[in-house]
């Protein structure tokens, strides 16, 4: 049994100069089998591993990682939590998520500084201001938070905005979802391993998958870098290389994989107490607890697995920036990096079976993923589990390409993808 | 980031192209006989490949022509630019 983090665990260990805590998660050797391996130690796939030992019982499992944990977009992206969107289906799935992140730091006794500061979406065009409406309204008839701003509402809730009428792309009003806001990225995936750690997973770290081996139909096992391992359900969580792992079953997605990019500046003083999305002009911002501004940029136009990005893209952002916020116009950024995003044609993720018996796959998760993680964690560890999917990720399936009935959230969501 | 060198104009920023995905995607010659199957996998299924891929790219803000590029999707480093109609190179 763990120690349990507490104010009291924190005063105990400064007495010794926090020099005794202990280790939050083992570094185990692979063993020969296990009931199911996950594959991909991201936020995503620990939570999978997480939820399948906590109500789903199974205890001899793994998680393989070829890198470190968290080390992927979980420790890339711009923490931005909301359930804001359009369709019915990403609705009830968004929101899922929405609701554990509310008792997660609780559960999991780790602090995921998980913050309801609330996420503004700015309309910039006629166009932007009927399609925000209709969102809001969606929203609230699915029981999700979601009020509509005038143009002066948006400059009281975020004072810096210039809301001029004169710029290139003039702000004509906002939604706003309340509930929504942001966490703490590493904290969630170390959480989470501690949590599966603490009931028997085993997070493997630097042990990259090789090769799905198959009888027939049938999934056998996979060969690592760490050796082969025995495995009768593979839940493969590896956002931008889902289409390599995919290969390596004979199997093809509807994938592409692009770099997104993120920045942050030197960090300041308390300037934005919110998140600000421009869906038109692609630009988002928010403050982190440190000071930085944590921006967001957009995808690239090609394939790529580099976790680089062009240029151009980040400039766009910026002019964008500081169109909107003329206050940031001298600030200097710090650090620039891109993760590989994984989209789906219709800008929704996959959490299904496959045409392989024990072979499962959540991905597809695009720009938007890491809102989701507790949620996707709960759902694909359901549809491991039972071999049947949730109710709530039943629409995600990956024969929906194939049936037509798309869950198409490309600029219907609060952000274009 | 990287350079093209475009068949028409020659080298130029990536920031002038836009790319067009998946290069060798055949349109069907009896779409009326295709299953769901078959059009899933032409229309949304991708081999989205980390290593060289062959891609088709737009000089959108130049001669405005498609062409065809093979490149290593894991460096972002070209291997070999053709014209739309030929055949994949052997790399």
Excluded at chain 1, 96 to 124: D, P, T
Aim: glycine share 10%.
């Amino acid at each position: 049994m763990k120690n349990k983090y507490s104010i009291f665990s924190l005063i105990k260990n400064a007495f010794s100069n926090h020099e005794n805590w202990q280790r939050a998660w083992r570094d185990p050797e692979p063993k020969k089998e296990y009931d199911a391996v996950i594959v991909g130690g991201g936020g995503h796939g620990l939570a999978t591993a997480y939820y399948l030992a906590k109500k789903h019982n199974l205890r001899n499992i793994a998680v393989v990682e070829k890198g470190w944990i968290g080390g992927g977009n979980t420790g890339r992206n711009t923490t931005i939590i909301r359930s804001n969107y359009l369709w019915d289906a990403s609705a009830g799935l968004y929101d899922h998520a929405l609701k554990i992140w509310e008792g997660l730091s609780q559960e999991l006794n780790y602090n995921v500084m998980f913050s309801q500061r609330g996420v503004m979406n700015l309309a910039h065009n006629l166009q932007d201001v009927r399609d925000l409406k209709r969102r809001t309204h969606a929203n609230r008839l699915n029981g999700i938070d979601a009020v509509w701003l005038e143009t002066d509402e948006v400059k009281k809730f975020c004072p810096i905005i210039n809301t001029s009428q004169d710029i290139r792309y003039p702000v004509l009003g906002g939604t706003l979802q309340k509930r929504a806001g942001t966490a703490r990225h590493d904290a969630v995936a170390w959480g989470y391993a501690r949590g599966a750690d603490e009931m028997g997973v085993d997070i493997i770290q630097n042990c990259e998958v090789k090769g799905i081996k198959r009888s027939g139909d049938t999934v056998e096992g996979l060969e690592t870098t760490k050796g082969f391992i025995k495995t009768k359900k593979i839940g493969v969580v590896a956002a931008g290389h889902s289409s390599v792992i995919a290969n390596m079953a004979g199997l093809k997605l509807p994938l592409e994989s692009k770099p997104l990019q993120a920045l942050v500046s030197e960090p300041v003083k308390p300037i934005i107490d919110t998140v600000v999305m421009s869906n038109a002009v692609h630009a988002y911002v928010s403050q982190s607890d440190k000071g930085e501004l944590v921006i967001g940029a957009g995808t690239d136009s090609y394939v790529s697995y580099t976790q680089k990005g062009s240029f151009n893209i980040v400039e766009e952002t910026l002019k964008a920036i500081l169109e909107l916020y003329p206050i940031f116009s001298r600030m200097k950024m710090l650090r620039q990096w891109g993760g590989i995003v994984d989209i789906c044609p219709d800008a929704s993720p996959i959490i299904s079976k496959t045409s392989i018996k024990g072979l499962y796959f959540n991905c597809g998760w695009g720009t938007g993923g890491f809102k989701a993680t507790p949620g996707s964690g709960d759902l694909f560890a359901h549809t491991i589990a039972n071999d049947e999917p949730h109710k709530l990720n039943a629409a995600f399936n990956i024969n929906r390409f194939v049936s037509g009935d798309l869950v198409d959230e490309h600029g219907a969501a609060a952000v274009a993808h | 980031m990287f350079l093209i060198n475009c068949p028409y104009c020659g080298e130029r920023d990536q920031s002038e192209f836009v790319s067009g995905g998946e290069a060798h995607i055949a349109r069907p010659k009896q779409p009326t006989e295709l299953n769901d199957d078959q059009w899933a996998e032409y229309l949304f299924m991708r081999k989205n490949i980390k290593g060289i891929q062959f891609e088709r790219w737009n000089h959108v803000h130049g001669c405005r022509k498609w062409f065809n590029v093979a490149r290593d999707t894991s460096n972002d480093k070209i291997e070999k630019i053709y014209k739309m109609g030929e055949q994949p190179p052997k790399l």
